[in-house]
């Protein structure tokens, strides 16, 4: 018997292989999300009075952010678990229509999540938000700051806002993924730095 000679196939374009691998990935998030948190190393997590750790991550806007670049603003860093998922949506709308009083505390929002640039950009497209979004898509900067779930491989949401000297003067890590806090409190939090 003569080997069988198959017809070529030709690829997908780019555009679909991203989609389904992006469906697949959203899917497995979804079903983590459910089960709520597992470990991470809350020991890396920074608390007030510590300097933050510095790091570089692509932005949505098209290039590199460095957090030691923002000093003379204050900064807060959002960690959260995917783009797309309900909880994750909510948070990113709510930093959208709060912009303003963020800006007004001159205070730049940067959240930060596992997902790469194109599924970012096309979550922040979706969903008009106003703020650009951090990729760790290596998850090195979810690691350095503890947040990262590594038995599911995104990060818990979590928040670390950080003075314009560069030194964390509030955080929160929260028990679950499907946890956040409200504005109002982060921007309280703002507020009482003065």
């Known amino acids: 018997m003569g080997a069988r000679i198959l017809p070529e196939v030709p690829e997908p374009p780019a555009r679909l292989r991203r989609r389904v691998v992006e469906r697949g990935e959203l899917g497995a998030g979804r079903r983590a999300l459910r089960r709520g948190g597992g470990q991470v190393n809350a020991h890396a997590f920074p608390g007030p009075g510590t300097p933050a750790p510095d790091f570089t991550l692509p932005s949505t806007a098209g290039g590199d952010v460095t957090l030691s670049a923002l000093r003379g603003r204050n900064v807060l860093l959002a960690f959260f678990p995917l783009a797309f998922t ?24 940067l959240p930060i999540s596992v997902d790469s640039i194109p599924t970012l950009a096309e979550f922040k497209r979706k969903e008009k938000l106003s703020v650009d979004l951090l990729s760790d898509f290596r998850r090195e900067v979810s690691r350095l700051y503890g947040t990262l779930i590594e038995d599911r491989f995104f990060s818990n949401r979590a928040y670390v806002l950080v003075d314009k000297a560069g030194v964390v003067r509030w955080s929160h890590l929260e028990r679950t993924p499907g946890d956040k806090r409200g504005n109002d409190e982060i921007l309280a939090r703002i507020r009482a730095l003065g």
């Open 86 to 109: 309900s909880v994750c949506t909510a948070e990113m709308c709510d930093f959208t229509t709060d912009y303003g009083q963020f800006e007004s505390a001159d205070t730049v929002v």
